[in-house]
């Protein structure tokens, strides 16, 4: 008796996104434990890409194309993917920890009868129980749950599971579900605002892009500068020892002596990630870290590792960015 | 108007707090001193700028807590809130946020709100459920993750923050609906410091503690048990990027486009 597992996406982009990868990715995890079939809900925009994606691995993908609504896909995901779940009747329903899920998959629980378990790390079979490991106090600890009912609905976090493909034996297929028109909300959206593109500063920049020794010489900081400038609500910093050599003003340091910052966004370029260094960006939200060194300790806290040499990765980086503009 | 504002009790000192010895759960101390949620307390400090904006209203606090959670709920008050009420439970008592949404719910069914507020998510469990939970229960409609929130006779004019600071901005017809819920994001506001003339007044009302079983029978009812606690790896799950350079970059840029940061 397969388990049927039921993979809730939002689709902004034409590509697919990362998340989408990695839901497929924690149904993989789930299916070297028991036996599974997958169906998927893509939601949103430019779905052609993703749904191939989803069929080429095995799924039974249902596309809701939400571009004709006025309203935000958050108010409607509720009313839309209910009745579809109803039909399809999952034991496990993923979907991304964002402010997508957030928006419906607790109310959608409720309704269910299901256990809600967010912003799952890691899952693991224990006493013939699927155990659901999430963090709580701030990372501090991890919580390991498991559900108490039949059904469960769970939200994982951003990077936690490998966008993996699944066994591709299995026949895909796809369906275009169309909104009914009688679907409302009393939540109308008025229009979207995206923040200004312009430099901000230091404290409230979204996205910090910091060098280390590694970037090699003086003359490389103004390769850093341009490369911030890739990024929107960007600033620039470093690592105290790049700042003892007098490469960077004391005022764009990052670390136990310097700044603690903790931005959207975090790109240590050439720096090793001594304890120092961490405690000043170690909670940033996401962690990447270009690195020619692939024992560099910087690895051992990021989210993205990239070990190639900083100067040629930022400079393609660069030429490819430009390009695009 | 009327709005209820739902915040939970949180241990102070975290860095000092141990797992007990079942190993799953927080460790209680006798003397453990417990603050308002940081969320919860940007969702009192918008009820009570309304409050200061719209003559006539009123604001309820209510928690899910032990008796000594009333520290809270007379912070909340002397912010300026009117009334304050406990839904008690035994100290050390894990209760999901289904559990706890159930009996939140109750609460709003047994008297009429406008508004209902609930911090977005607890500092501690950081499950982000207890407000849509409440609103599901209720059949009414929901925004969270709100960063504004505008209010007049006619329309009620929400922002709401996605990712990459991506934000939606939203209207609700005041006559198309009855009673809708908000969970707050941190950033609305500045939560004030209550005055100490708030906070002796606040101290002097009476609280309504709610500790009847037939109303506390959902206790029972949980959709999720801890199995074990235990102290995290530190390490993130860092995902590498193999391949050619431009293979690299190429993905690289991707993630970063999907996170709306690129100019």
Request: aromatic residues 6%; proline residues 4%; contains cysteine.
């Amino acid at each position: 008796m397969k388990t049927t597992i039921f993979i809730i996406a939002e689709q902004i982009e034409k590509k697919v996104s990362s998340m989408a990868k990695e839901l497929l990715g924690c149904a993989f995890e789930i299916e070297k434990i028991i036996p599974v079939s997958v169906h998927t809900i893509l939601i949103g925009d430019h779905l052609d890409h993703a749904t191939d994606y989803f069929v080429d691995n095995g799924c039974q993908v249902k596309s809701v194309d939400l571009s004709p609504l006025k309203a935000s896909p958050l108010d409607m995901a509720l009313k839309i993917i209910e009745p579809i779940i109803n039909t399809v009747q999952p034991t496990i329903i993923i979907t991304g920890h964002n402010s997508f899920s957030i928006a419906f998959l607790p109310q959608l629980a409720i309704h269910l009868d299901a256990s809600c378990i967010t912003g799952v790390k890691k899952i693991f079979q224990k006493d013939n129980q699927l155990v659901f490991s999430r963090y709580i106090w701030n990372t501090k600890f991890e919580s390991q749950v498991y559900s108490e009912k039949k059904r469960i609905a769970i939200s994982i976090l951003a990077g936690a599971f490998q966008a993996k493909q699944m066994n591709t034996e299995r026949p895909g297929s796809k369906i275009q579900v169309e909104v009914p028109d009688n679907l409302t909300t009393p939540i109308k959206l008025q229009f979207i605002s995206r923040p200004p593109d312009t430099e901000s500063n230091f404290d409230d920049a979204d996205v910090i892009v910091a060098a280390g020794q590694g970037i090699g010489a003086l003359e490389n900081i103004e390769k850093l500068r341009l490369f911030s400038k890739c990024f929107k609500r960007s600033s620039i910093a470093g690592s105290r020892p790049l700042i003892d050599m007098g490469w960077l003003p004391y005022k764009y340091q990052v670390g136990i002596t310097g700044k603690t910052v903790s931005p959207f966004i975090y790109i240590a370029c050439g720096i090793s990630g001594s304890s120092q260094h961490v405690a000043g960006m170690g909670s940033s939200e996401y962690i990447v870290a270009i690195n020619s060194d692939p024992n560099a300790a910087i690895f051992n806290v990021s989210d993205l590792c990239i070990v190639h040499d900083t100067i040629e990765f930022m400079d393609k980086c660069m030429e490819i960015i430009c390009l695009a503009l | 108007m009327k709005i209820l504002v739902c915040v939970k009790p949180i241990l102070e000192n975290s860095e000092n707090i141990q797992i007990n010895s079942q190993g799953n759960g927080i460790h209680m101390t006798q003397n453990a001193k417990y603050r308002l949620n940081r969320f919860d307390a940007h969702a009192v400090e918008a009820a009570v700028v309304i409050k200061e904006q719209i003559p006539g209203t009123s604001i309820d606090i209510v928690t899910v807590g032990p008796s000594f959670s009333d520290t809270i709920v007379k912070r909340a008050m002397g912010m300026g809130a009117d009334n304050g009420m406990i839904i008690q439970i035994e100290p050390g008592l894990y209760l999901p946020p289904s559990t706890i949404s159930a009996l939140l719910a109750k609460i709003a069914r047994q008297r009429t709100y406008d508004f209902i507020f609930c911090g977005m998510m607890s500092e501690d469990e950081m499950n982000a459920q207890t407000g849509q939970m409440i609103a599901a229960r209720l059949n009414i409609p929901v925004i969270s993750g709100v960063i504004d929130v505008q209010i007049s006779d006619q329309q009620i004019q929400v922002i709401r923050e996605r990712e990459g600071g991506v934000r939606e901005h939203l209207v609700v017809n005041r006559s198309d609906i009855q009673t809708m819920l908000l969970t707050i994001q941190a950033g609305i506001n500045q939560p004030r410091y209550p005055g100490l003339s708030a906070l002796l007044n606040a101290n002097s009302k009476k609280l309504s503690i709610i500790n009847d079983k037939e109303f506390l029978s959902e206790i029972s009812q949980r959709d999720q048990s801890i199995r074990a606690i235990h102290k995290a790896t530190k390490t993130r799950q860092g995902k590498y990027i193999d391949g050619v350079i431009d293979d690299k970059v190429k993905q690289f840029i991707d993630i970063m486009k999907e996170r709306n940061v690129l100019i």
